[in-house]
């Protein structure tokens, strides 16, 4: 299983939420608080983010871990903004390795990832894929379950469904599949969608944003617990939890 984390609000540095808070992300990779399955996150990374004047977000992903990627240290170091996404990923056994299935994964103005296990890979994925156009599926950019479910979150974005409704479609289709940890997070840099199936999920106002993730970076009391099957719909002005 991963870790991952979005934020939308005022500028920050990445560094001030991935890598300086006592428990940030780049320090899950190696000894993350709640994680159940899985002990290390060095199966690849991603950091997305928004950048003032271009729809759609930059990304710097890597197929290894965090701590050891001099790039990520110095973006994380410089770059300032307004929405981001990252995560850390621990590959499922079976799932391909590589930068090609490191989330964030990126279409048009979104960010998406994954954090769990669709249960029954790789003999679900036909039910899951079903109806799917072949030629999205011809360009999918890695064999894994988290990749399958942006393909099919991008396809009812495309034909104009909210993120919202996008989100907990899939999920019941994952669901009806044969289920699993299905804990999916997506922004367009302005609002964070994500869901609680199965694993740990937290959210947190900070001053000017709102921060959602895995586990709480910190030990500050101000992180609230995302019950388990809920949806989670967050922007700077509200955050609303709604069961699934
Ligand atoms: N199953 C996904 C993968 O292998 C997500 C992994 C995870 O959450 N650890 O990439």
Known sequence: MCRHLAYVGS???LRELLVDPSYALVRQSWAPRRQQHGVLNADGFGVGWYVDGFDEPARHRGAGPIWADETFADLS???RTTGLLAAVRS???GMA???AAAAPFRSDRWLFSHNGAVEGWPEVAGRLAWGL???VLARIEAPTDSVLLWALTVD???RGKSEEAALAEVLTRAVDAGGGRLNLLLTDGHTIIATAWGVSLCWRQLSG???VASEPFDDDPAWVDVPDQHLLVADTREVNV???
């Open 11 to 13: 500028p920050v540095f």
């Open 77 to 79: 170091r410089v770059t």
């Open 91 to 93: 590959a499922t056994i």
């Open 97 to 99: 390795a590589g930068r």
């Open 133 to 135: 156009d072949p030629g």
């Open 156 to 158: 009812l974005l495309r």
């Open 209 to 211: 944003g709102v921060v």
């Open 242 to 244: 709604e069961r699934l």
